[in-house]
């Protein structure tokens, strides 16, 4: 079981900032696809961003294209997600994930991913 451990979460203000951390087993990390994705209250589960292996390539949905940046540093086993221009409709708990054994590079689907962390909560005040 691989496990995922998300941080920075917090409560800011519409236009602040806020990076996200998720941080994976080191045998693995550099292993998988991976993603993050997020869910407001009432609504599916929905698809941020993703990076590929490399870290070289992402993608992203359009509501955050623009102002979130997904990164990830392989000495330290972690991925990021920096959240610039936060807004309201940003309010949601995110999730990390890792995807095994999908074929895409950059998976943008949650069944393409086999693990998830435990969520990070992140709320915007307007």
């Known amino acids: 079981q691989v496990q995922l451990v998300e941080s920075g979460g917090g409560l800011v203000q519409a236009g602040d900032s806020l990076r996200l951390s998720c941080r994976a087993p080191?045998?693995?990390?550099?292993?998988?696809?991976m993603g993050w994705f997020r869910q407001a209250p009432g609504k599916e589960r929905e698809f941020v961003a993703a990076?590929?292996?490399?870290?070289?390539?992402?993608a992203y949905s359009d509501s955050v294209k623009g102002r979130f940046t997904i990164s990830r540093d392989a000495p330290r086993n972690t991925m990021y997600l920096q959240m610039n221009s936060l807004r309201p409709e940003d309010t949601a708990v995110y999730y990390c994930?890792?995807?095994?054994?999908?074929?895409?590079?950059?998976?943008?689907?949650?069944?393409?991913?086999?693990?998830w962390g435990q969520g990070t909560q992140v709320t915007v005040s307007s």
């Open positions: 994930a890792a995807a095994q054994h999908s074929v895409y590079l950059m998976p943008e689907r949650a069944l393409s991913y086999d693990y």
């Open positions: 990076i590929d292996l490399s870290g070289r390539n992402a």
């Open positions: 080191a045998r693995l990390f550099g292993s998988f696809p």
